[in-house]
Each structure stands twice: as C-alpha cells, then as structure tokens.
C-alpha cells in the first residue's frame, strides 16, 4: 500500500456541488498538508495541520474547507465547486528532517 | 521562507552528470535547502536536503557554496527517468514552515 493515499483519482463534478477529496497515510507523522497544482505552475498551498487539533490557511484557502478526522485523515472539501478549481490535488505528509511523501494526486475537473 | 531562483530549463544527455543549479541568497541561518522532482503530473518525490554541509544520497548529491547563497543538486550518471521538473526549495520547519514550490527546472535528459 501507498504511505499517501488519496481518493478518488479522478473526479468530474458539476459546478456548484459538493464534493470531498479523502487523504490517508500510514507514515505516522501529525503533519498533513493538501496543495493545488493548475497546468505548467508549481504547487500552492491550500491547507495544512499540524496535528489533529491545529489546522490552518495556506496561500489560496478560499472556496476549500477541510477536517482531520484522525492522525491518518485529512480531507478537503469544495463546498460549491467552480470551474476555476479545476486542477490536480496533492495531499502530502512528513517533516523536515525525512522529507515530506506525497500521494498520487486527485484530478479534478468542475465542469 | 527564503525565495529561490532557478533556470526554467536544462537538458543533459543520457549518461552523463545533471548539475541543477539554485540560487537562495536571502536564506537565513536555520533555513534548510531541500530538493523534490516531480516526474509528468505524478505527486513530487523528495531527493535530498541540507544546511550548510554537502550531502550524497543514493538519488543525488546536494553541494551548498560555503556562503549558502546557491547550491546545485547534482545527478551523477542522468538516464532518460530522470526526466522531470526540479523543485529547490529553501524551508524551516519549525512550528510554522510548509514547502512553497516555486516553478522549478523541466530537466530534459536526451539520448
């Protein structure tokens, strides 16, 4: 098994609903993080926590809630999707002396 | 979290060294220079990091300028999966530090 795994891989959804990207690992770190990466740029930070009672605003948090529902679980919710968050979505783990693991990535796409 | 700079492109033949270059002349003391590479859209993988001493790991060795104004992350024998975007990121952990990407390197290795 991957130590990041997210779900789903892919996701088509329509503009205005709901939908939730799920993050899991097994590398036993408090740190999680969920980061944004839109075609030809870097990754821009959405979300992160440091442990399950610490959660905070990264660079572009508008539009994005999340919850961590456990020291494996970090999900990210789009409340009312737009087109404009369109992209592909990195869930990631670590700490700085071990480097941090990312997952595979959810593409999405709001229609 | 200090700013780094790096070309927009490289290429480099099969083979042979890939020496990737990184300027961060506003790192400050406790600041670490950590490298990722992101192959296709797949999720960034962690290479190597360092303070001020040069580091070798099974990947890559990282060499920082004394004065840790620049550094250069060093592929010794590049082959054609080494194909990817370079990531140099100057980070502190801490209780607050998170990874900003910047736009990296397209590492091109050509037969």
């Known amino acids: 098994d991957a130590d990041v795994t997210q779900t789903p891989r892919n996701r088509i959804t329509k503009t205005g609903k709901r939908i939730m990207l799920e993050c899991s690992q097994t590398?036993?770190?408090?740190?999680m993080y969920w980061y944004r990466q839109d075609p030809g740029l870097g990754l821009r930070l959405i979300y992160y926590?440091?442990?399950?009672?610490?959660?905070n605003k990264g660079e572009i948090s508008d539009g994005y809630s999340v919850s961590r529902q456990a020291q494996a679980k970090f999900s990210l919710s789009l409340e009312s999707a737009i087109p404009n968050q369109t992209a592909l979505y990195f869930c990631?783990?670590?700490?700085?002396?071990?480097?941090?693991?990312f997952g595979s990535g959810t593409r999405l796409t709001v229609v | 979290d200090a700013k780094t700079t790096q070309p927009p492109s490289m290429d480099c033949a099969e083979g042979r060294a890939a020496n990737l270059p990184c300027n961060h002349s506003?790192?400050?003391?406790?600041?670490?220079v950590y490298w990722y590479r992101q192959i296709h859209s797949q999720g960034p993988q962690y290479i190597i990091h360092?303070?001020?001493n040069n580091e070798t790991n099974e990947m890559a060795s990282l060499i920082i300028t004394e004065d840790r104004k620049s550094s250069t992350l060093i592929l010794p024998h590049a082959t054609l999966r080494d194909t990817a975007v370079y990531y140099c990121i100057a980070f502190y952990g801490g209780s607050q530090g998170n990874l900003i990407f910047g736009k990296g390197t397209k590492l091109s290795v050509k037969p």
């Open positions: 926590s440091f442990d399950v009672k610490d959660i």
């Open positions: 360092g303070l001020k």
């Open positions: 990631a783990t670590g700490w700085e002396d071990s480097g941090y693991t």
């Open positions: 590398k036993g770190h408090d740190r």
């Open positions: 506003t790192i400050s003391g406790n600041e670490y």
